[in-house]
């Protein structure tokens, strides 16, 4: 790692992405906030002879052309400072505190989606995965196998002589780690995404007691023919190098994009949105939990309050509000409409809600959406959902 300094900062607020899709450059794009105004930042890519070929970087001008192709941040405000006779460093101290705001707040908006899918770290994550075999009890490689549309994958690994297995679930993710997906049910559970899981593991537990043969079966093809055995309850097969290196060259190449221009592909991100509910109507709330009335959004409030207090919140520190009342030609009315939680955790100085979802299924009926109100950052007057 670099020694921090202002040049380091610079660099890291100027980091280079990769080009958008079906974006036409150069194009011209808004300064960062805590610089200058006046000022415009155009995005333009590498060339093709470049060893960062298909990346794009960022110059600033004026906009009334008096300037142009100035290389950072730092010189920009130090162009606009020795004009005005402002201080300078001042100045970038101030741009430098706002860029550290951004980057947390995107921070926490990440670590919020991560746990949404049930991704989470530390005492946490444990504390997940011991509720979850409390309630389901401990997942095996047999069982998983036994799910249902997923695809158990053996490995073997010449370097060490052991097998390491796979799960891909019918979305395409893949799971190495059991304790992995135990964490994920588990969330999933308690945010009432996962009504399914209690019938799920209850039959592949059944089945397992009956075909574990076929799971150990699979480990042992995949030692002898010394390379990948890929099976499902029905059906079952050796895979060559030729198919396993195929496979990785498809599975990097939808990593990179390169396939979005296939109408069929499916993003890893667009799984991932569609695994929390990206979509305008989002989970369905019928009744009082539809918001549809004043009456019903006094009633949420009690609901949701006395649930939160039950799973053992501060009944003295839970602080709700409520959207309500948004014009119904909002594409995402009722997606964003709701009651929110004030959560103890918050990035920057403003606090974040997050929304509350009514689950009849999930734990003392209450789950979480991953919709939040935040104070914004392109407009610092006013909140945004």
Not at 78 to 105: P, S
Not at 269 to 278: D, F, N, P
């Amino acid at each position: 790692p670099r020694a921090a300094g202002d040049a380091g900062r610079t660099s890291a607020a100027m980091a280079k992405t990769w080009a958008e899709e079906g974006v036409e450059y150069p194009r011209d794009v808004p300064v960062l906030p805590g610089m200058p105004e006046g000022w415009k930042g155009i995005e333009r890519l590498y060339g093709p002879t470049s060893k960062t070929a298909g990346q794009v970087y960022t110059r600033y001008s004026t906009i009334d052309g008096r300037h142009k192709h100035v290389c950072s941040p730092k010189q920009v405000i130090t162009i606009h400072c020795n004009e005005t006779g402002g201080n300078a460093e001042a100045m970038f101290a101030e741009y430098m505190r706002l860029q550290k705001e951004r980057h947390d707040a995107e921070a926490e908006e990440r670590r919020a989606e991560r746990e949404a899918r049930g991704k989470l770290e530390g005492e946490r994550r444990e504390a997940a995965i011991a509720r979850f075999r409390e309630r389901f009890g401990t997942l095996t490689g047999p069982i998983v196998f036994n799910f249902p549309k997923w695809v158990t994958r053996f490995y073997y690994q010449v370097e060490c002589d052991q097998i390491r297995v796979e799960y891909i679930d019918p979305e395409g993710l893949c799971w190495y780690l059991l304790k992995d997906l135990e964490c994920s049910f588990q969330a999933r559970s308690e945010n009432g995404q996962a009504d399914y899981l209690p019938e799920l593991i209850a039959k592949a537990r059944a089945a397992a007691e009956t075909n574990q043969h076929k799971f150990t079966e699979g480990k042992q093809k995949a030692r002898e023919a010394s390379g990948t055995y890929e099976c499902t309850p029905e059906r079952e097969g050796l895979m060559d190098q030729e198919e396993v290196q195929k496979l990785k060259e498809e599975r990097a190449a939808k990593v990179k994009g390169m396939h979005m221009k296939d109408e069929n592909f499916v993003s890893k991100r667009q799984r991932l949105a569609y695994s929390i509910g990206m979509n305008p109507e989002g989970h369905p709330q019928t009744g009082w939990a539809a918001l549809e009335s004043r009456e019903d959004v006094a009633t949420a409030f009690a609901h949701f309050r006395g649930a939160l207090i039950r799973r053992g919140f501060d009944g003295s520190t839970v602080e709700l509000i409520a959207l309500h009342g948004i014009s119904t030609e909002r594409v995402y009315r009722r997606r964003v409409s709701g009651i929110y939680y004030r959560m103890p955790q918050v990035g920057g100085e403003q606090p974040w809600y997050q929304k509350l979802l009514h689950s009849p299924k999930a734990v003392h009926e209450v789950g979480c959406d991953g919709i939040y109100v935040t104070w914004s950052r392109l407009q610092p007057t006013s909140w945004t959902a």
